[in-house]
């Protein structure tokens, strides 16, 4: 079983370098979704959720470093290909029943939200709306 420490450093390690469409280090950003989890698998869970989909790391190397299975399974719904529309990759999530992926895209979405705002990426915004309008009435309201 993973403890959120070594999910904490794969993360920095996945994502070193990286940058965000504001300049900001990548890394902010799964902090902030992990953090706003309410147990270990979605604070685990949002620390990795754009691991696989943003980097070189597979499921496989995954599983290799320690993260459970079913933190696995979550992560492999958060995972958005792009042959897939964004909002049919929503409603995947929410049909899921996987109550950790179901949070942790909650968290992200709330997250994107507030860093399109901010950063007046109007389009990204429209965008993060219609899918929060998906998950939001499966979940609490944002804690970010």
């Not at 909650?106 to 389009?123: I, P, T, V």
Request: aromatic fraction near 4%; glycine fraction near 6%.
């Amino acid at each position: 079983m993973i403890t959120i420490e070594d999910a904490l450093r794969i993360a920095i390690e996945a994502h070193e370098g990286q940058k965000d469409l504001d300049g900001n280090p990548v890394i902010l950003h799964p902090l902030t979704v992990g953090l706003a989890g309410h147990n270990r698998e979605e604070i685990v869970a949002g620390l990795l959720h754009d691991v696989v989909e943003d980097t070189d790391f597979s499921f496989e190397e995954l599983l290799k470093r320690g993260v459970d299975e079913s933190i696995v399974d979550a992560l492999r719904l958060l995972t958005h290909s792009k042959d897939i529309p964004y909002n049919e990759y929503v409603e995947h999530i929410a049909q899921s029943g996987n109550d950790v992926a179901i949070h942790v895209k909650y968290n992200d979405l709330c997250h994107n939200l507030k860093r399109g705002r901010a950063g007046g990426h109007w389009k990204i915004v429209s965008k993060h709306e219609k899918a929060l309008a998906i998950i939001e009435p499966l979940v609490q309201k944002c804690d970010i």
